[in-house]
Every structure is written in C-alpha cells, then in structure tokens.
C-alpha cells in the first residue's frame, strides 16, 4: 500500500446487511456486508481517508415484477391507476435511499460523500425537484447505471438530469460499459457525445474508464470533451485472470486518457479495494502519476 492515504470514488453503501447481500445475489461476493459499520473502520486499517458513495435504486426489475402482478382483467382506467401508484412507490424507493444516503454523509462527514440516484420512472419536474432536494442536503454527484436502468445515454430524457446537475456543479458518475453479461452498447461511451456537446461544462465521471470493450472510444472522447474523467474501477484487478488486460496495456490505457484525468475507485461492498491499489503501484507508472489516480486527481476534479 502507498505511504499516503487514498480516495476512493466508487463505493456502495447499503442501510443494512442484509439489503447489501440481496443486492450481491445472495452472497457476499468479496466477504462483505455494506454497511457503514463495517465501513469506516475497514477504510482506517486500510489508508482510505474519503470514499465517495454511489448509491442508487435499480427499480426496473421491480417495477416490471409488480406488473406482473397485476390482473390481468382490470378495466383500462383502474390499470392506469394502479400502474401510476406503483410508480410513485418506486419512486418513493429511490428518494428513501438518497435521503439516507446524505444522511450518512453528514453523520460522516469529510470521510463520506453522497452521490444519489435518479430514475427516468420519474417524470421531469420529479427529476429536477429531488435534485435540488439532495442537493440541499449535501449531495455532491448523482449515479446513472444505464445497463441495469434500461436507457441508453443519449435518451433526451436525461437531459433535465444533466442540465440540472451542470447548473449546480454536481458531478454526474456513469457506468459504462457491459455488466453481468448484459450488452454495455447503451452505456458506450459514445453514447454521450451527444450530451457531451450540450453540457460542456458538466463534470462527467465514466467509471470502468468505459468498459474494456470500449476502452479506445474512451481514449478518443477524453481528447474532444475535456469535461469527461474516469474512475479505474474494476479494470485493474489486483488477482488478474486470463484474458485480463496486462500490465502494459493498463499503463498504456491510463497515460492515453491522461493520468490526471482518472481516479481509483474499488466498487466496495462488490470488490476488495486492497488488491487493486496494490496492482496500480505495480503498472510501471511513476509515483507521481501514481500520487494523481490514487488520491489528488479526485481532490481536484470532485472538490473533496
């Protein structure tokens, strides 16, 4: 580990135990449960000094399961009601876990930092107004999963989200890429240009630094859109398997990007950070560049 503390840009945090195993499928998938409990002091023993958590409600699923409960006889004005009352507990959902997500943060505070979720279930003016509500409460970024979401990047849709989030200095963390075996097309980096281009001054952090199957669209938006960053998580596996980028590409992709243009993130309660900051140390990269991913580019870019 580096003799000086490290930040960590992509954690989620779950009120419970059992809420975060559900969430892992089941298991602990890298023997931990999620909660802020076993958070804080693991970040002590290991050098963690902030973490930045992303917290959001994938309702997708569970909206598509409610309806199906559903009968299957109602009359077309009862099914539009109870579709709108199923959607207002969703998005009771996500406003539940984004208020105890600042919650956290305040009871943590310069050590916990809270990006929230929004869901395009909700409509404009829903959007917008939790926005400004998380953002009164502290919020400093907002979470986008698109692959589990079901949109893509360019869904106009979004755009009150982006021009929201631009206007208040929130920071906006993307996944892209593939997940789960699920195609990552509508989280291609690509995807954005479009909003890249409308929002120049929106800060936009790709996590994955666009997912290896699109790790050459990423090098060449970070050239065009100098508002784009990219957290390494889970693209440096401290335990590589085969077919896992070398060293050598790793280093190749980070000096491409830019080295002050990425910040480390673990995914914590999903992976051990541990092992991939120790593979970082080993890419050939200098202590300086990196000095940059492990720690100071995140100062710089989120304000931390």
């Given at each position: 580990?580096?003799?000086?503390?490290?930040?960590?840009?992509?954690?989620?945090?779950?009120?419970?135990?059992?809420?975060?195993?559900?969430?892992?499928?089941?298991?602990?998938?890298?023997?931990?449960?999620?909660?802020?409990?076993?958070?804080?002091?693991?970040?002590?023993?290991?050098?963690?000094?902030?973490?930045?958590?992303?917290?959001?409600?994938?309702?997708?699923?569970?909206?598509?399961?409610?309806?199906?409960?559903?009968?299957?006889?109602?009359?077309?004005?009862?099914?539009?009601?109870?579709?709108?009352?199923?959607?207002?507990?969703?998005?009771?959902?996500?406003?539940?876990?984004?208020?105890?997500?600042?919650?956290?943060?305040?009871?943590?505070?310069?050590?916990?930092?809270?990006?929230?979720?929004?869901?395009?279930?909700?409509?404009?003016?829903?959007?917008?107004?939790?926005?400004?509500?998380?953002?009164?409460?502290?919020?400093?970024?907002?979470?986008?999963?698109?692959?589990?979401?079901?949109?893509?990047?360019?869904?106009?849709?979004?755009?009150?989200?982006?021009?929201?989030?631009?206007?208040?200095?929130?920071?906006?963390?993307?996944?892209?890429?593939?997940?789960?075996?699920?195609?990552?097309?509508?989280?291609?980096?690509?995807?954005?240009?479009?909003?890249?281009?409308?929002?120049?001054?929106?800060?936009?952090?790709?996590?994955?630094?666009?997912?290896?199957?699109?790790?050459?669209?990423?090098?060449?938006?970070?050239?065009?859109?100098?508002?784009?960053?990219?957290?390494?998580?889970?693209?440096?596996?401290?335990?590589?398997?085969?077919?896992?980028?070398?060293?050598?590409?790793?280093?190749?992709?980070?000096?491409?990007?830019?080295?002050?243009?990425?910040?480390?993130?673990?995914?914590?309660?999903?992976?051990?950070?541990?092992?991939?900051?120790?593979?970082?140390?080993?890419?050939?990269?200098?202590?300086?560049?990196?000095?940059?991913?492990?720690?100071?580019?995140?100062?710089?870019?989120?304000?931390l």
């Open positions: 580990m580096p003799d000086y503390s490290v930040i960590d840009v992509h954690m989620h945090t779950y009120p419970t135990a059992a809420t975060a195993i559900q969430a892992m499928g089941g298991s602990p998938t890298a023997g931990f449960t999620g909660t802020i409990e076993e958070l804080v002091p693991f970040m002590g023993r290991v050098g963690l000094e902030k973490a930045v958590m992303v917290n959001f409600t994938p309702v997708a699923d569970m909206m598509d399961a409610s309806l199906a409960n559903l009968q299957p006889n109602l009359s077309q004005s009862h099914r539009e009601g109870e579709e709108d009352r199923i959607r207002r507990e969703m998005t009771g959902r996500v406003k539940r876990r984004n208020r105890w997500t600042c919650q956290v943060a305040k009871e943590q505070a310069n050590l916990l930092y809270p990006f929230i979720g929004i869901d395009l279930i909700m409509d404009r003016d829903a959007i917008v107004e939790e926005i400004h509500e998380c953002y009164r409460e502290g919020a400093r970024g907002i979470k986008l999963h698109p692959v589990v979401q079901r949109f893509s990047l360019d869904d106009e849709r979004l755009w009150p989200a982006y021009e929201t989030a631009e206007r208040l200095g929130m920071a906006m963390l993307i996944h892209t890429g593939p997940y789960e075996g699920q195609s990552g097309e509508n989280a291609r980096p690509g995807r954005f240009i479009a909003a890249a281009q409308k929002f120049p001054h929106l800060i936009v952090i790709m996590a994955h630094c666009g997912g290896r199957e699109y790790f050459r669209d990423a090098v060449g938006m970070s050239k065009e859109y100098r508002n784009l960053f990219f957290d390494c998580c889970g693209i440096v596996p401290g335990n590589p398997e085969p077919g896992d980028p070398s060293n050598e590409d790793m280093l190749g992709l980070f000096r491409a990007i830019g080295t002050d243009r990425i910040m480390f993130g673990s995914d914590w309660c999903f992976r051990d950070p541990v092992p991939d900051i120790q593979r970082i140390e080993r890419l050939g990269l200098s202590r300086d560049e990196q000095r940059h991913i492990l720690r100071e580019n995140a100062i710089t870019i989120l304000q």
